[in-house]
């Protein structure tokens, strides 16, 4: 998989793990011949990855600072399904610009080499990679929360 950003996401902390994009972000990668862009808007709530905080602690890493783009993509993905459900600015297509959908295999493999993008640990990375395959299924499509307002 190849995966490519121009920057880091802008966000602001809004409570705890909370953020919010303060401007609209995209990413672009391409899995098995196929190319995929997500752009996330302005405004877009998002808590850091579907990944259990034990794991985070077990793994060594937080879901903040250079990986927070691997956290954005892959909670945009789980909470819209794919993309299935995105709405309020939220996209995902191909090059052509046509609307197109990922399964949770694919949003997950994006994480992970999200965070290898970012220059994260190999191990750390593939830690954080297995526990969203073990136990992600459990918030994949649900709705997205709102978060804490500001």
């Not at 902390?13 to 862009?37: A, F």
């Not at 295999?105 to 994260?120: H, I, S, V, W, Y």
């Amino acid at each position: 998989m190849n995966v490519c950003y121009d920057k880091q996401p802008a966000d602001r902390v809004i409570d705890g793990p909370w953020k919010e994009t303060t401007e609209g972000w995209r990413v672009r990668w391409s899995h098995n011949g196929k190319t995929r862009i997500l752009f996330v808007p302005m405004g877009r709530k998002y808590d850091g990855a579907s990944v259990p905080r034990i794991v985070w602690s077990i793994a060594g890493i937080r879901p903040d600072g250079e990986i927070r783009a691997a956290s954005l993509a892959h909670d945009e993905l789980y909470r819209t399904e794919g993309g299935r459900k995105l709405m309020g600015g939220g996209m995902l297509t191909n090059d052509n610009g046509n609307k197109v959908f990922v399964d949770r295999k694919e949003a997950d493999l994006l994480f992970r080499e999200l965070m290898l993008f970012a220059t994260a640990p190999r191990r750390q990375s593939y830690m954080a990679w297995w526990a969203v395959r073990l136990f992600g299924w459990k918030y994949w499509g649900k709705d997205a929360p709102s978060g804490p307002t500001p």
